[in-house]
């Protein structure tokens, strides 16, 4: 049994790390049996500290068990930091309010990819390539009439990115960099064609061929909300609004879809099938569902006669099972510089489109209520990104269900930045966890005439 674990900077010297950007901190000592054992600490650009266990069962016959990963790093990465602690994150080294501010969703797209900002040349080249790979294959248009009318567009999505390495299997080699590269521009400029007929699917109206004369944004909300019979005018706040949206959503370090993302890449499979393992994995009302799940619960304040106290109230009650959605984070314990980023966002477009939706009032009511109160204060309870996402994505007119697949559509470069880090990486193995079995011990088998 481990009996104690401690570091111990003075300790046997350390050896240096195999990871690019961090460096040896000492030793962590941990005893088992009597019996000590010497693990590297390693720490990080930033000072965070870890220990590194690669050695831990060869040296002692003993694993880790961590479940949800609560402890465990899976990887090192340079692509984003953030601190929960003091509402920090980064992407690439660049705060995230800077990045809102100056670039567009393009440009940070190529930041997390490239890992470098852009100069105007590789800005240009890149924004041509994705205009010219916005359309997908025309065959696969005929999946969309296959699909059930009321399919989640989030279950089109991942099967349409899943298929799209049947239509190009010209770019599917792992190990051939200039293939990856095509198929990160295929996926980058196909996703939110993809998306958009999801919805067209369901409300059925036709299908809107992409226009590569409009920016990545309003195209996309082109092919989302115009009809061929008359002419559609992209609104310019619109567009910057879901512009800034994609980009506080572009990457958020090791989190579920993420490491699935590098989980199923760790196989060598295609990024395609990567990503459509990713989009899956977001789908989730635990992950990327909550900004559906927060506008869900502000439709039943409003059907249930707008008391806004009454559900603050039920919140704070332990055995209610109600907590209010799109407040509080795992990480962020201050504030989600995310929601404070698109909060204002929030504020103008409420005040501009000026049509009432009891809805709109009460998002505002629980904000103002839920800040002011004890409960909430105490806990450090804070609007988080999907509280403002969701009541955004509703003023712009964007069905609920749509709302997963915009994250996803954000999420994108994040989830292929961390691919290719992961592909790059020298120290690169297959993902495979190990367990600790529970199960019954050697049992005889019984035939089936004498069970019973
Ligand atoms: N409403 C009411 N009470 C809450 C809420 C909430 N939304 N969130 C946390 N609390 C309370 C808990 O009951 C707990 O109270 P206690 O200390 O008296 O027991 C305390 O605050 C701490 O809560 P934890 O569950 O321990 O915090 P954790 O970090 O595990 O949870 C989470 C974070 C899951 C996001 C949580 O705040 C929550 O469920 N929020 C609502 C769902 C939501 O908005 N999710 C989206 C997150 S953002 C994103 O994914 C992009």
Same mark, same amino acid.
């Given at each position: 049994?481990?009996?104690?674990?401690?570091?111990?900077?003075?300790?046997?010297?350390?050896?240096?790390?195999?990871?690019?950007?961090?460096?040896?901190?000492?030793?962590?000592?941990?005893?088992?049996?009597?019996?000590?054992?010497?693990? =590297?600490?390693?720490?990080?650009?930033?000072?965070?500290?870890?220990?590194?266990?690669?050695?831990?069962?060869?040296?002692?016959?003993?694993?880790?068990?961590?479940?949800?990963?609560?402890?465990?790093?899976?990887?090192?990465?340079?692509?984003?930091?953030?601190?929960?602690?003091?509402?920090?994150?980064?992407?690439?080294?660049?705060?995230?309010?800077?990045?809102?501010?100056?670039?567009?969703?393009?440009?940070?797209?190529?930041?997390?990819?490239?890992?470098?900002?852009?100069?105007?040349?590789?800005?240009?080249?890149?924004?041509?390539?994705?205009?010219?790979?916005?359309?997908?294959?025309?065959?696969?248009?005929?999946?969309?009439?296959?699909? =059930?009318?009321?399919?989640?567009?989030?279950?089109?999505?991942?099967?349409?990115?899943?298929?799209?390495?049947?239509?190009?299997?010209?770019?599917?080699?792992?190990?051939?960099?200039?293939?990856?590269?095509?198929?990160?521009?295929?996926?980058?400029?196909?996703?939110?064609?993809?998306?958009?007929?999801?919805?067209?699917?369901?409300?059925?109206?036709?299908?809107?061929?992409?226009?590569?004369?409009?920016?990545?944004?309003?195209?996309?909300?082109?092919?989302?909300?115009?009809?061929?019979?008359?002419?559609?005018?992209?609104? =310019?706040?619109?567009?910057?609004?879901?512009?800034?949206?994609?980009?506080?959503?572009?990457?958020?370090?090791?989190?579920?879809?993420?490491?699935?993302?590098?989980?199923?890449?760790?196989?060598?499979?295609?990024?395609?099938?990567?990503?459509?393992?990713?989009?899956?994995?977001?789908?989730?009302?635990?992950?990327?569902?909550?900004?559906?799940?927060?506008?869900?619960?502000?439709?039943?304040?409003?059907?249930?006669?707008?008391?806004?106290?009454?559900?603050?109230?039920?919140?704070?009650?332990?055995?209610?099972?109600?907590?209010?959605?799109?407040?509080?984070?795992?990480?962020?314990?201050?504030?989600?510089?995310?929601?404070?980023?698109?909060?204002?966002?929030?504020?103008?477009?409420?005040?501009?489109?000026?049509?009432?939706?009891?809805?709109?009032?009460?998002?505002?009511?629980?904000?103002?209520?839920?800040?002011?109160?004890?409960?909430?204060?105490?806990?450090?309870?804070?609007?988080?990104?999907?509280?403002?996402?969701?009541?955004?994505?509703?003023?712009?007119?964007?069905?609920?269900?749509?709302?997963?697949?915009?994250?996803?559509?954000?999420?994108?470069?994040?989830?292929?930045?961390?691919?290719?880090?992961?592909?790059?990486?020298?120290?690169?193995?297959?993902?495979?966890?190990?367990?600790?079995?529970?199960?019954?011990?050697?049992?005889?088998?019984?035939?089936?005439?004498?069970?019973?």
């Amino acid at each position: 049994m481990p009996s104690s674990t401690q570091t111990s900077p003075s300790a046997p010297a350390a050896p240096a790390p195999p990871w690019p950007g961090t460096r040896a901190d000492g030793m962590a000592g941990l005893e088992i049996g009597g019996t000590r054992h010497e693990l =590297p600490v390693i720490v990080g650009t930033e000072g965070e500290r870890a220990i590194d266990i690669a050695k831990l069962r060869s040296q002692t016959g003993l694993i880790t068990l961590d479940e949800g990963y609560v402890n465990t790093g899976s990887t090192t990465s340079a692509i984003t930091f953030l601190d929960g602690e003091q509402g920090i994150l980064r992407y690439r080294g660049y705060p995230i309010e800077v990045l809102a501010e100056k670039c567009d969703f393009v440009e940070v797209a190529y930041l997390l990819i490239y890992g470098q900002l852009p100069t105007t040349e590789e800005l240009h080249a890149f924004r041509s390539s994705l205009s010219h790979h916005t359309m997908i294959h025309e065959d696969m248009r005929s999946f969309y009439g296959a699909f =059930p009318r009321d399919a989640h567009p989030m279950a089109i999505a991942g099967s349409v990115v899943g298929a799209l390495s049947t239509f190009y299997q010209d770019s599917l080699d792992v190990r051939d960099p200039r293939q990856v590269e095509v198929s990160v521009h295929r996926l980058l400029a196909k996703l939110p064609t993809i998306a958009a007929y999801s919805h067209k699917k369901s409300c059925g109206q036709p299908l809107m061929y992409p226009r590569n004369d409009l920016s990545y944004c309003e195209n996309f909300l082109h092919m989302l909300f115009a009809v061929p019979c008359e002419e559609y005018r992209v609104d =310019p706040d619109f567009t910057e609004a879901l512009d800034t949206l994609l980009i506080v959503h572009a990457d958020h370090e090791q989190n579920c879809s993420t490491s699935t993302v590098r989980m199923v890449g760790s196989s060598d499979a295609n990024l395609f099938a990567s990503i459509s393992a990713g989009i899956s994995a977001l789908w989730g009302p635990l992950h990327g569902g909550a900004n559906q799940a927060c506008v869900e619960m502000l439709e039943r304040i409003v059907a249930d006669g707008g008391d806004v106290k009454k559900y603050v109230d039920l919140a704070k009650k332990k055995d209610s099972g109600f907590r209010l959605m799109g407040f509080g984070h795992r990480v962020y314990k201050n504030y989600d510089p995310r929601a404070k980023l698109i909060k204002s966002i929030c504020d103008k477009l409420l005040a501009k489109i000026a049509r009432h939706d009891p809805l709109f009032d009460i998002a505002q009511q629980l904000e103002e209520v839920a800040l002011a109160d004890d409960y909430f204060i105490e806990r450090k309870l804070y609007p988080n990104v999907d509280f403002y996402s969701g009541v955004i994505y509703r003023a712009m007119g964007i069905p609920v269900q749509m709302f997963t697949v915009l994250f996803a559509m954000g999420r994108l470069p994040g989830w292929i930045a961390h691919w290719i880090e992961m592909h790059q990486s020298p120290t690169k193995k297959i993902c495979r966890p190990r367990q600790v079995y529970s199960g019954e011990n050697l049992r005889e088998f019984v035939p089936i005439n004498q069970r019973g």
